[in-house]
C-alpha cells in the first residue's frame, strides 16, 4: 500500500495523498480511547481511508488539552476548505474532537463540512455509559481508570458537561449528515447510540452501523465510510495543493 500513497508533511501536519486524488480533503482526527496519539501512529489508518476514498487525508497535529485541541481542529479545517470540499473523519477521542468541531462550526456560523464520519466514538465524557463496564470483558486492554484520570487531565478546569468538551450534551440542530460506525463489544458502544439517537432526534441525517466485534468493524469500516462520503462530495477532480 505505501508504494501507491504519498505522505508529506503539511503545515498542520501529514497528508496523505492517494494516486489520482480526486477534490475532496478529508480532515482525520486520530486519538485514541486514553485521548492521546500523534498522528504519524495512525498513518496506516489514514492511507487505508484515503485508498478507499479517493481523498487527500490530512492529519492535524493536536495539543493534549482541552480547548486547546478543538482550536487545533478548528485551524486545520478552516485550511484544509482553501484545497476544496472537506469531510471531517474522527476515531475514538478523535471522533469526539470531530462532533464537538460540528457544533462550534454551527454555533459560529462558519460553513460545515460535507459530512462527517465518526468511528468508535468517544463522546461523552462523564464515562456514565453502561457500555463502559458491560464490554469491558470483551476488550483486556481496556481501562476505565485510565481513562477516567486521562479524561481528568484533558478536562482540567472545564465542566465535564460543556457541549464542546462533551458533545452528548450539545444542541445537535443544524449538523450535517453523520455516519457512526461501532462494534457491539466496543465499550464506546453506548456513545455511539445515544448520539445517534439524540441527532435523528434534532432532524440530523444518520447513518449508524454497529458491527459484531472489532474485526468485523475494522473490515467494513473502509468501504462503508467511502460509500458514505462519496453520496455526500463532488466526483473525483484535481485537488489544490494544500498551502
Do not use: K, W
Not at 69 to 85: F, I
Not at 103 to 126: E, M
Not at 131 to 139: G, K, M, P, R, V
Amino acid at each position: 500500500m505505501a508504494g501507491e500513497l504519498s505522505v508529506e508533511a503539511g503545515p498542520a501536519g501529514p497528508v496523505v495523498r492517494p494516486p489520482d486524488p480526486g477534490e475532496t480533503v478529508v480532515l482525520y482526527l486520530y486519538s485514541d480511547r486514553y485521548l492521546a496519539a500523534a498522528p504519524e501512529t495512525a498513518l496506516d489508518r489514514a492511507g487505508r481511508l484515503a485508498l478507499h476514498t479517493g481523498s487527500t487525508v490530512v492529519c492535524p497535529r493536536l495539543r493534549p488539552d482541552f480547548p486547546a485541541a478543538l482550536e487545533d481542529v478548528q485551524n486545520a479545517y478552516l485550511r484544509s476548505r482553501s484545497a476544496g470540499p472537506v469531510v471531517v473523519a474522527g476515531e475514538q477521542g478523535g471522533a469526539g474532537l470531530a462532533a464537538a468541531l460540528l457544533v462550534q462550526l454551527r454555533n459560529s456560523g462558519a460553513a460545515p463540512p460535507r459530512c462527517a464520519v465518526l468511528v468508535s466514538a468517544l463522546l461523552d465524557l462523564t464515562l456514565q455509559a453502561p457500555s463502559l463496564q458491560l464490554n469491558a470483558a470483551a476488550n483486556p486492554a481496556f481501562d476505565a481508570a485510565e481513562l477516567r484520570r486521562r479524561v481528568a487531565g484533558y478536562a482540567a478546569d472545564t465542566p465535564l458537561t460543556d457541549p464542546l468538551l462533551n458533545p452528548l450534551y450539545a444542541n445537535l440542530h443544524g449538523l450535517p449528515a453523520i455516519q457512526l460506525l461501532v462494534a457491539s463489544t466496543d465499550p464506546l458502544l453506548d456513545d455511539s447510540l445515544a448520539f445517534a439517537a439524540r441527532a435523528a432526534r434534532s432532524g440530523v441525517t444518520v447513518d449508524l452501523r454497529v458491527r459484531s466485534d472489532a474485526a468485523d468493524l475494522d473490515a467494513e469500516a473502509g468501504p462503508a465510510m467511502a460509500g458514505f462520503i462519496a453520496a455526500r462530495t463532488p466526483a473525483a477532480a484535481s485537488p489544490a495543493r494544500l498551502a
